[in-house]
């Protein structure tokens, strides 16, 4: 009985052992398992972090860069404007400036003139001849001399040929003339048709040129106008700024009279006008000649 029971008990208590020793192997693999799993998404959500980071700050670095390079072409074009406007704004302030002092000089010869008897006759005369003599030459050398020197290689060719067969078919009297007239007609054709591919190329040359011409002509033309429209744009500009700073200044005169009745004063005021004449005769001449030679032939 004794021994039965004591079996028993230490069968249970191995039992209990056995599943106390499970148990704890279950929870601290759970616990690893747990551990695990925590660092490995602490882990993947710093490299996502980190990854979102440095690609938001590359790309903020990249969008910086991006603003100071606009930013600064937007300065310098900027700059470049406003240094070309306040050159223009110079240019044309003292090419007022020197207009207005003309007639501030014109007019402060006409009041304050030191000989009033003084009468002044001015006669100028200028006289401008330019002349321009322009000279183009237009030679159009291509492909064509290739073609000439082509011709001229089956004209030889062809001639010899023909002493050829006059040399070993003399004897042959009427066929060597029905081959020499067969070989005429050959030369004919080919050269009808070296003469129209020559007529052909020649005026894909000339419209070419003609159009090319036309085209810079075209050009020149707008240029033309918009540096017009650009002068006219400033000089209205500064018509506007010069009409808006205009100043009107009103002087108020005052005027006493005293009548005496005992005293009479007679007073004669003489004024001599002093008469300026002055006459410019400006002649200007000008002459353009225009010469164009248009050779047209081709080579490469």
Avoid: E, W
């Avoid at 400036?97 to 003084?118: A, N, T």
């Avoid at 006669?123 to 183009?136: C, G, I, L, N």
């Avoid at 050398?141 to 000439?148: I, M």
């Avoid at 040359?205 to 159009?211: F, H, L, P, R, T």
């Amino acid at each position: 009985m004794n021994h039965s029971v004591t079996h028993n008990l230490y069968s249970n208590k191995n039992y209990y052992y056995y599943y106390y020793y499970y148990y704890y192997y279950y929870y601290y693999y759970y616990y690893y398992y747990y551990y695990y799993y925590y660092y490995y998404y602490y882990y993947y959500y710093y490299y996502y972090c980190c990854y979102n980071y440095y690609y938001d700050y590359y790309y903020y670095y990249y969008y910086y860069y991006y603003y100071y390079y606009y930013y600064y072409y937007y300065y310098y074009d900027y700059y470049y404007y406003y240094y070309g406007g306040d050159y223009y704004y110079d240019y044309y302030y003292d090419y007022y400036d020197y207009y207005d002092y003309d007639d501030y000089y014109y007019y402060y010869d006409y009041y304050y003139d030191d000989d009033p008897h003084d009468t002044t006759t001015t006669t100028t005369t200028t006289t401008t001849t330019t002349t321009t003599t322009t000279t183009t030459t237009t030679i159009l050398l291509r492909r064509r001399r290739l073609l000439l020197l082509l011709l001229l290689l089956l004209l030889l060719l062809l001639l010899l040929l023909l002493l050829l067969l006059l040399h070993y078919y003399y004897y042959y009297y009427y066929y060597f003339l029905l081959l020499l007239l067969l070989l005429l007609l050959l030369l004919l054709q080919l050269l009808l048709l070296l003469l129209l591919l020559l007529l052909l190329l020649t005026y894909y040359d000339y419209y070419y040129y003609y159009y090319y011409y036309y085209y810079y002509y075209f050009y020149y033309y707008y240029y033309y106008n918009y540096y017009y429209y650009y002068y006219y744009y400033y000089f209205y500009y500064y018509n506007t700024t010069t009409t808006s700073s205009t100043t009107t200044t009103t002087t108020s005169t005052t005027t006493s009279t005293t009548t005496t009745t005992t005293t009479t004063t007679t007073t004669t005021t003489t004024t001599t006008t002093t008469t300026t004449t002055t006459t410019t005769t400006t002649t200007t001449t000008t002459t353009t000649t225009t010469t164009t030679t248009t050779i047209a032939l081709h080579y490469i």
